[in-house]
């Protein structure tokens, strides 16, 4: 009997916890349930709306967001903790795409989420063959205009060699990627299309400050003038590549302010690696790893380049490492890379914040060491302003502090591109790298076929960084807005607009009416708060994913609520 | 001691009408000179040391100078030979420049003694601790066959090359650990062969009288069964000396054996792989001398087998 009695008192406590730890939303739901009743008495048919809340108790958790709340069915409210001029184009982008609530309920925020997310796009998963390929199908219900071909499949290879010779057999129809070698083949080849990628990307040498000795800022500010970047754009990028003068191409606003990069002078980065006590140089590594971006199109051949520079510039005896691309990517964002290591950027949106926050801001990952509090203030600071002009000192004091410190060598911005079939209809490049194929076919083709570099990691993009999963996302997930096809600018999708009050910090945003999911539920504002929310609150029980890092989350709004420090 | 007694075989010459002693390995040479094929390996063979012996001289170029700057070269240009109509006043590279703008040519002469080395390093390796493991199993037999015996049975279930991938995975990719890795999975064969000789050896006639005037166990193992065991493991070794030149390349063609820039020859043809259409010379020229180096092993270790094949004798030729 007693025992019973404790069995009941200790489940009511869990119970109480459960709805503490559910916080606002539940307040909020009880209050609406209070409320609805009588509303429903007086006013038949119109149902009140149970609208989902999110809240932090106040802003010193130090992410961006203090309140998500669904106002009605189909308005959305972000109060943020600070202003946040690039907020429409931050939630253009694929990692915050929206899904169904009772979806992702139903998932537990992993298991079929990862390989059969439902979304609102043009296109639905039919059929992921690990390894092989990834079928789509048109999805019929969609809002917008309906995809042009009925089945989309993305195809993946490694070899750009055998990217572009399926493409002039005719069994894939559009690849990413060409090798530089081939852009001459294609454009030569009548049946072939190549659509250049405006570079708007980084191709960077990075260090890691904590290891020896490369703590020593001089050691880096050396090799920084000690390397020849237009030797290296010249012979290993295709045409439409440049040097880098800053980390942000300068495409981007402010992404070029301030003094320019060092110039090569082997001569003054000799003595300069002399005054830091290695008159003879060192020995040390360039870790990379072997897969082909578009900013850096031949890996092996430019950290052979860097490796031969080194030596002959700086008596510097570098090894090359070549590493597995995930185990790469983990080891450079843990910091565990004790030489050079050779990485880059595409952007996702075309912010300052993007590119600088999100290596050098306060919240980034330890590849580069130590944080530098000269640039992340500044950065800080900027990412609050919303006129461009207003930003440019920030950004400009935050490229001069990157070019003092030298956290990472800017190398190049490279142009890349895609090639296609030249019946192709809606051929583009996209530069931000999200191709988007429902307004692309092949005349009297009810198959279009893509060949990327990579297969998708998985297909929960909110926990992805990887570009050619992103691609394959933006295929079949929506967030609340979009970028044009193969541009910048941000569009409406989901949300009709989005609106800020005067100082930035609260954004509400309308949603589309009578959007269907790819299940057939309807998108409404819950929908939209649960799927920021399991992103934002990491005791949220459906904040699983696929590694549970959720990295773009915590670099473009700061960091996770109740994160466990 | 006295000589062995099959070391020194009597033989009738060519003419057949004197008699007179001749030993083995001479009649090895007249036997293996009698085959086409073994002198083709030969001179191969004879012309590979050469290069590998004389790469500093006979190179035109550093093979790991890079060319920017120094020449006017553009990244992977087609071979240009002045004999053949190149024009004068462009620098002569016989075939062509690589990814990272070096001379392909001096990269092909100095690979020869990278594949020479792995080569031989490997089967020495695999033949000193095969014949180690392969005479303790034969002479010593019972548990310490069996233990032994097994162990060589486990290595020789998983196919050589991912063996070596997953050994050289777990030591990290390099040319000493690829080395270690293909010297491993070779072990098994020089195992069982020296095994076997050695078994049939032991209770021969001589080997019994050397144990009968009282010779310890390890002079008589390595001073009169294992010379006399032999002649297998040469031809086993001449062999296997393609078949390690192979997998070495297989290895640094996937990143995992010699490191950039080393002119290895399986990691230039790794490394230029997606340019097959675009620069054919970069991978048709080391794969060209991967093929010449294992044919002409191949081509010298079959006439071995059958000059040293005491049944073949008198037919070969």
């Known amino acids: ?565 | 001691m006295e000589k062995p007694v099959n070391n020194n075989i009597a033989k009738l010459d060519a003419e057949g009408l004197s008699l007179k002693s001749v030993s083995l390995w001479q009649i090895t040479w007249r036997r293996l000179f009698r085959r086409k094929s073994a002198i083709v390996g030969l001179v191969i063979l004879g012309g590979l040391v050469l290069i590998a012996l004389t790469a500093d001289w006979i190179a035109p170029y550093d093979p790991i100078a890079v060319l920017i700057d120094v020449e006017d070269v553009r990244v992977r240009q087609a071979p240009c030979i002045h004999l053949f109509g190149c024009p004068e006043d462009q620098p002569q590279h016989i075939m062509g420049i690589d990814g990272n703008v070096r001379d392909e040519f001096s990269r092909v002469l100095y690979g020869s003694r990278y594949s020479l080395f792995i080569g031989f390093a490997t089967v020495g390796f695999a033949i000193v601790v095969g014949t180690f493991l392969g005479a303790m199993a034969g002479y010593l037999g019972g548990w310490m066959d069996n233990v032994i015996m097994r162990v060589m049975d486990v290595l020789l279930a998983f196919p050589s090359l991912l063996l070596a991938i997953a050994i050289v995975s777990v030591l990290g990719p390099g040319l000493t650990n690829a080395l270690l890795a293909i010297g491993i999975v070779s072990v098994p064969a020089y195992a069982r062969v020296v095994r076997a000789s050695v078994l049939s050896v032991r209770e021969m006639d001589f080997v019994s009288a050397s144990r009968a005037v009282g010779g310890s166990t390890l002079y008589i193992l390595f001073g009169r069964i294992l010379p006399n065991a032999l002649t297998p493991l040469i031809v086993q070794g001449t062999l296997g000396i393609a078949t390690a030149i192979l997998d070495a390349a297989a290895l640094s063609f996937l990143g995992l054996g010699a490191q950039p820039p080393l002119p290895e020859w399986g990691s230039m043809v790794g490394a230029e792989r997606n340019q097959v259409f675009t620069a054919p010379h970069l991978v048709f020229y080391p794969g060209l001398a991967i093929m010449l180096t294992v044919l002409a092993f191949n081509l010298l270790g079959d006439g071995l087998r059958d000059a040293l094949d005491p049944r073949l004798g008198h037919v070969s030729g």
């Not at chain 1, 429902?438 to 297909?459: C, H, K, R």
Request: one cysteine or more.
């Open chain 1, 1 to 565: 009997m007693k025992q019973k009695l404790f069995l009941l008192m200790s489940l009511m406590v869990l119970v109480s916890m459960l709805l503490v730890s559910c916080g606002g939303a539940t307040e909020a739901a009880t209050e609406a349930a209070t409320e609805a009743p009588t509303e429903a008495a007086t006013e038949a048919p119109v149902e009140a709306y149970d609208g989902m809340v999110s809240e932090a108790p106040n802003c010193d958790y130090g992410g961006e967001f203090l309140r998500i709340e669904a106002v009605d069915e189909y308005t959305v409210q972000f109060t943020l903790c600070y202003p946040d001029p690039a907020f429409p184009s931050k939630i253009a982008f694929t990692a915050f795409a929206i899904l169904p609530s009772e979806y992702v309920e139903a998932s537990g925020g992993a298991g079929d989420l990862l390989t059969h997310p439902i979304g609102t796009g043009p296109y639905m998963v039919a059929d992921w063959v690990r390894g092989e390929q990834l079928v789509l199908t048109r999805f019929d219900g969609y809002w917008g205009d309906a995809a042009l071909t009925p089945t989309l499949v993305f195809r993946w290879s490694t070899e750009s060699a055998q990217r572009v010779l399926e493409l002039q057999a005719g069994t894939v129809d559009g690849i990413d990627n060409p090798g530089p070698g081939d852009f001459a083949v294609i454009q030569a080849d009548p049946g072939l299309q190549l659509v250049a990628r405006p570079a708007l990307n980084i191709f960077y040498i990075g260090f890691n400050n904590t290891y020896p000795p490369f703590d020593d800022e001089r050691v880096r500010q050396a090799i920084a003038m000690s390397i020849d970047r237009q030797r290296i754009v010249d012979n290993f990028y295709p045409v439409g590549s440049e040097v880098a003068s800053h980390f942000t191409p300068c495409a981007i606003p402010n992404g070029c302010v301030g003094e320019a990069w060092y110039t090569f002078d082997p001569e003054a980065g000799r003595a300069l690696l002399a005054d830091a006590g290695y008159p003879d140089g060192f020995t040390t590594s360039i870790f990379f790893r072997d897969v082909v971006r578009g900013y850096l199109p031949q890996v092996s051949n430019v950290a052979q380049d860097i490796q031969a520079q080194l030596l002959e510039n700086l008596n510097i005896d570098a090894q090359v490492v070549s590493m597995e691309s995930g185990a790469f990517l983990d080891a450079a964002d843990s910091g565990q890379l004790d030489g050079l290591h050779l990485l880059g950027w595409g952007a996702d949106y075309p912010d300052q914040t993007n590119f600088l926050d999100y290596h050098f801001g306060s919240g980034s990952s330890n590849q580069f060491g130590e944080k530098w509090p000269d640039i992340y203030e500044n950065l800080a600071a900027g990412a609050q302003l919303a006129d461009d002009a207003a930003r440019a000192p920030y950004y400009e004091a935050a490229n001069n502090a990157i070019r003092q410190h030298v956290p990472m060598i800017p190398v190049a911005h490279g142009g890349s591109a895609t090639a296609y079939d030249a019946a192709a209809v809606g051929a583009h490049a996209s530069p931000l790298g999200n191709e988007y194929f429902a307004v692309m076919e092949v005349p009297g083709q009810d198959t279009f076929v893509w060949m990327q570099n990579a297969e998708p990691i998985s297909l929960f993009c909110a926990d992805e960084t990887d570009g050619e999963s992103l691609r394959a996302c933006e295929q079949v997930t929506e967030a609340l807005l979009a970028y044009e096809v193969g541009g910048t600018a941000v569009k409406p999708s989901l949300a009709e607009r989005c609106e800020a009050n005067a100082d930035l910090t609260v954004w509400t945003c309308y949603l589309r009416q009578g959007v269907q999911f790819h299940d057939g539920t309807t998108l409404d504002a819950n929908d939209v708060v649960l799927s920021f929310t399991l992103q934002w609150d990491a005791n949220h029980p459906l904040h699983v994913g696929n590694t549970g890092a959720f990295t773009y989350f915590t670099s473009l709004f700061g960091g996770f609520l109740n994160a466990d420090e």
